[in-house]
């Protein structure tokens, strides 16, 4: 069983920046696709960003094109997005995901992702 933890959410004003880290609990999922995904209050799970395994295999949310940037850190065993120039529209809990599937092309929706971290806070205040 994939177990996901996330975190390096908080609070920070509006053109902030803030880091967040998903661990995985096995190296078997370095061949998957893994993902950021958020939920603010009274919205539905909206996808953020993805990769498969460098960063030529990246996608990102229009939303956050040109602000956030996904990694993995293969020697840690993490996931990270790097959130620059913030906004109070970026407040969500941010959830990190991964696909069951090995070597298959990050999918945009909830469902392409079999494996889900509990979530972390980012509150950006304006």
């Known amino acids: 069983q994939v177990q996901l933890v996330e975190s390096g959410g908080g609070l920070v004003q509006a053109g902030g920046s803030l880091r967040l880290s998903c661990a995985a609990s096995?190296?078997?999922?370095?061949?998957?696709?893994m993902g950021w995904f958020r939920q603010a209050p009274g919205k539905e799970r909206e996808f953020v960003a993805a990769?498969?395994?460098?960063?030529?295999?990246?996608y990102y949310a229009d939303s956050v094109k040109g602000r956030f940037t996904i990694s993995r850190d293969y020697a840690k065993n993490t996931l990270d997005l790097q959130m620059n120039s913030l906004k109070p529209e970026d407040t969500a809990v941010y959830y990190c995901?991964?696909?069951?599937?090995?070597?298959?092309?990050?999918?945009?929706?909830?469902?392409?992702?079999?494996?889900w971290g509990q979530g972390t806070q980012v509150t950006v205040s304006s």
């Open positions: 995901a991964a696909d069951g599937a090995r070597n298959k092309t990050p999918g945009r929706k909830v469902d392409d992702y079999d494996y």
């Open positions: 096995v190296r078997t999922i370095s061949r998957n696709a």
């Open positions: 990769m498969l395994w460098s960063a030529d295999s990246t």
